[in-house]
């Protein structure tokens, strides 16, 4: 068993050094090299100023926005330095119960609003970091933000096109909109 | 379930059969010494290795000499993970100061990485440095999963060999699983994923300001940073303007590739893959899919390379491909039918050009209800437990599949290496029985199946499981248990049983509500991982070398087949018979109730 000691030691040592340090490294190296952007989270970076990255969601929560997912971060919506799903089961009272809550606030924002709500603007994401909402989701928030805001729905339905994003290679993934693109483009077309 | 959702598995298991044959024979030549196309390049490292460790890679061992080098192995690796966690406050790559891990979730932490697990009772962006997160966790995800590998190699050298006492070198089996196959393959994935979004940096969080700021009510702390309670002892909050965001981040890419790859699972990020930075696209998402089948699928066809007989291993990948696809389709379903609870509360959960639907409770946008479902029935078929959504808040009979699969010992496609001695040990099962209906000594692949072999399998096979029972019932039976679960009623049981069928059978995904970083949790589910990771993969070097000693029998007139369609079903059909009578009873106090529950509330 001593003599098994020895190989048990140093093999794990150097290849600790070769799996823990080179190996990412090297990845390291590479992706800066290649993918500096995307290597370094995706920043969204608009007339110089840093505003996001376009892979993490925002808290948006104004009327004249379209609103992001809720998020069951804490204390923070979108807390971004600390992931986290609500991890509520399907039949717990309280999953019914925000549900309703935020159902409730979407007709309050807009009392026009007559159709059922798109399921996942009203469900909190995996992540808590969720930077998309259904293209459906958009679409059931356009004349809320077209009255704020002052512009006729229509051309807030074409905006809402324009940033949507459909499955990759036609089967992978669904159909979505970035809630922070969707913003920063809201606010340079119809400030 | 979707025409798309069906695209989605169909296009997944084509990618993974056209890829197992051949990796599977490449893996073959790696650990049969063979000339692999590497070597250039790799055999230096390789020869440097073995000449600084004192090993002689053409000294073979006997079982016993194998399993104390692995066990050694793996132990070092425990005190290693351990020490690291405790002493990163004062360690470099340290950018946000995190202190010190606690004695008790290091120690879980420790044994979860080890055993390939991955079992995480703590928040990565907030508790591991990103030293802890390389030298540590990374290591032991490349390290674990070539140990599983290697066990398995030395199975499949004792099928395949007559009459001889040594089963093959783990040092060198360690060695050449992790540079000629890990390595290479990580390193691929990881600049894949790099490509689609995965962040790979070594600079500090980053800060961003929000476009538009919030208002949040925050716990109200006092001078010394503890919570200030009212007059009737709830937390005082006040309201606070939140105008900017923290970006976590880290060498992500690099960790990523072999959480999945090696069938680990752990993330790098709290919520693992479902966090955008760590799966960011569709595409990566792909990727990761078939990064954890890969190996474990292509390991089979390894298997029929080193017995001399291909369709063997082709039988065992047609078994594990039909289970695997029962549990996709019924997770997909139901994760799209979505939960009728929310349809009366004016809930739209319908599939629409506009839409996914289903129920998006813990699911992200980008990958809907298909895609998680998939994802969620890969994820536990493997030993791998990565997650993009969280199981905890599936629909109940969505979240009995990822349950259903880890309680089948993890041995369709399982952990790399692991699924498939796990595997053997059922076909070992499944021929005993076959040989009894038939009334002839049982026998697989020219090797006469004795008693010896059958008690070591039912080991392999039992040892799971009575840790799944034992530590369910420990914990929904003491206050320290219960207190672990966060959800009320049935899903509550659910989430204990969820934990420990996780932990006993090395898979690593939870219904992460669960409040596991207790001291109770901390203890008894490392206890089980140790216990159901050591405690099958001894007993499988035990039937390695005594297989390895028997002569070839040939093959007669009365010999079982076992690479036809027969013994595909006679091996699912014992597979699934040794789950059912263990764990229905169980299952039906957790997420079968739970759905009738569903059912008449929606009502």
Redesign the interface.
């Known amino acids: 068993m001593f003599a098994q000691l020895r190989p048990a030691l140093i093999l794990f040592a150097v290849l600790s050094i070769v799996t823990g340090m080179a190996y990412p490294l090297l990845v390291t190296g590479i992706a800066q090299t290649v993918f500096p952007k995307r290597a370094n989270g995706s920043l969204e970076v608009v007339d110089g100023k840093e505003r996001g990255s376009r892979l993490i969601g925002q808290p948006f929560s104004a009327s004249g926005y379209f609103w992001s997912r809720p998020s069951a971060t804490s204390p923070a919506p979108y807390d971004a330095s600390g992931s986290t799903g609500s991890n509520i089961g399907p039949t717990n009272p309280a999953l019914v119960t925000a549900v309703h809550d935020r159902v409730a606030a979407l007709r309050q924002a807009d009392p026009t609003l007559a159709e059922p709500i798109p399921v996942d603007v009203v469900t909190t994401s995996g992540s808590g970091l969720d930077p998309d909402i259904s293209v459906a989701g958009a679409l059931v928030q356009v004349n809320r933000v077209a009255a704020v805001r002052g512009v006729p729905a229509e051309r807030l339905r074409q905006l809402v096109q324009a940033y949507s994003q459909g499955r990759t290679l036609r089967f992978l993934g669904e159909p979505r909109v970035n809630v922070l693109l969707l913003n920063l483009g809201l606010d340079r077309l119809h400030p | 379930m979707t025409a798309?959702a069906v695209?989605?598995l169909v296009?997944f298991l084509g990618a993974i059969v056209a890829l197992a044959k051949p990796l599977g024979i490449y893996m073959a030549r790696v650990y049969e010494g063979r000339p692999s196309g590497l070597g250039r390049v790799l055999g230096p490292?390789e020869r440097f290795?073995y000449r600084?460790?004192?090993?002689n890679p053409g000294d073979e061992m006997g079982w016993k000499?194998y399993a104390?080098?692995m066990l050694?192995?793996n132990?070092?690796?425990m005190f290693?993970l351990y020490a690291l966690q405790r002493v990163q406050g004062g360690l470099p790559a340290n950018p946000a100061h995190f202190p010190a891990v606690a004695p008790d979730l290091a120690f879980n932490t420790a044994i979860s990485f080890v055993t390939n697990t991955n079992w995480q009772n703590y928040?990565g962006?907030?508790s591991m440095s990103y030293l802890t997160q390389?030298?540590?966790l990374?290591?032991q995800?490349?390290?674990s999963a070539a140990s599983g590998m290697a066990v398995l190699v030395a199975l499949i050298r004792g099928i395949a060999r007559r009459t001889t006492s040594t089963i093959g070198n783990f040092?060198v089996d360690?060695?050449r699983g992790?540079?000629y196959i890990?390595?290479p393959l990580?390193?691929i994935v990881?600049?894949a994923l790099?490509?689609?979004?995965?962040?790979?940096?070594?600079?500090p969080?980053?800060k961003?300001?929000?476009?538009?700021p919030?208002v949040?009510?925050?716990?109200k702390l006092d001078p010394s940073g503890a919570p200030v309670k009212d007059a009737q002892g709830n937390p005082v909050t006040e309201k606070?303007t939140?105008t900017e965001?923290?970006?976590?981040?880290g060498?992500a890419?690099?960790?990523v590739?072999?959480k999945h790859l090696g069938t680990n699972g752990g993330g790098f990020?709290?919520?693992n893959s479902?966090?955008?930075?760590e799966n960011?696209?569709?595409?990566s998402?792909?990727i990761e899919i078939v990064a954890i089948f890969l190996i474990p699928g292509a390991l089979c066809l390894t298997f029929g390379e080193m017995v001399r007989d291909r369709r063997q291993g082709w039988a065992i990948l047609a078994a594990m491909s039909a289970i695997f696809m029962v549990a996709a389709v019924v997770a997909i379903s139901n994760e799209q039918g979505?939960?009728p609870?929310?349809t009366k509360?004016?809930?739209?959960?319908r599939f629409?050009?506009?839409?996914?639907?289903?129920?998006?409770?813990?699911?992200?946008?980008?990958?809907?209800p298909?895609?998680?479902g998939l994802f969620a029935a890969i994820t536990t078929s493997t030993s791998c437990g990565a997650?993009?959504?969280?199981h905890?808040?599936?629909?109940?009979l969505g979240?009995l599949v990822p349950m259903v699969m880890m309680q089948l010992g993890e041995v369709v496609f399982g952990g790399v290496g692991s699924g498939l001695y796990g595997m053997l040990a059922f076909v070992i099962v499944a021929v005993f029985i076959a040989g009894l209906m038939v009334g002839r000594t049982p026998e697989y692949l020219g090797k006469k199946i004795g008693a010896f072999e059958m008690k070591m399998a039912s080991l392999v096979i039992l040892i799971p499981p009575a840790a799944v029972l034992l530590g369910t019932a420990v914990a929904v039976a003491t206050t320290a248990g219960q207190a672990g679960a966060?959800?009320?009623?049935?899903?509550g049981f659910?989430q204990i049983l969820y934990a420990f069928s996780s932990a006993s059978n090395n898979n690593g995904s939870a219904?992460?509500?669960i409040n596991g970083n207790t001291q109770f949790y901390n203890f008894t589910l490392a206890l089980a991982m140790f216990f159901g990771r050591f405690w099958s993969k001894v007993p499988i070097l035990a039937i390695a070398g005594s297989l390895a000693a028997k002569k070839l029998t040939p093959v007669g007139a009365g010999t079982l087949a076992t690479h036809t369609p027969l013994f595909v079903v006679l091996l699912i059909g014992t597979i699934l018979l040794v789950a059912a009578l263990t764990f229905f009873p169980a299952l039906a106090l957790g997420p079968i109730v739970?759905h009738l529950?569903?059912l008449a509330?929606a009502h």
């Open positions: 798309l695209v989605q296009v490292v290795l600084i460790a004192g090993v000499g104390v080098a050694l192995f132990a070092v690796g290693a928040s962006e907030q390389m030298l540590g990374t290591v995800n490349f390290l040092w360690t060695v992790t540079l890990l390595l990580s390193l990881a600049l790099v490509s689609q979004g995965v962040v790979q940096t070594l600079a969080y980053k961003v300001a929000l476009v538009q919030v949040v009510d925050q716990p606070v939140v965001q923290t970006l976590a981040v060498p890419a690099s960790q590739a072999i990020f709290n919520t479902a966090h955008p930075f960011p696209t569709p595409l998402n792909f979505g939960n609870l929310l509360l004016g809930v739209d959960q629409s050009a506009t839409q996914a639907g289903g129920n998006m409770e813990g699911k992200e946008v980008r990958f809907g298909a895609a998680s997650v993009n959504s969280m905890d808040s599936f629909t109940p979240g966060s959800n009320p009623g049935a899903h659910s219904f992460a509500g739970e529950q569903m509330a």
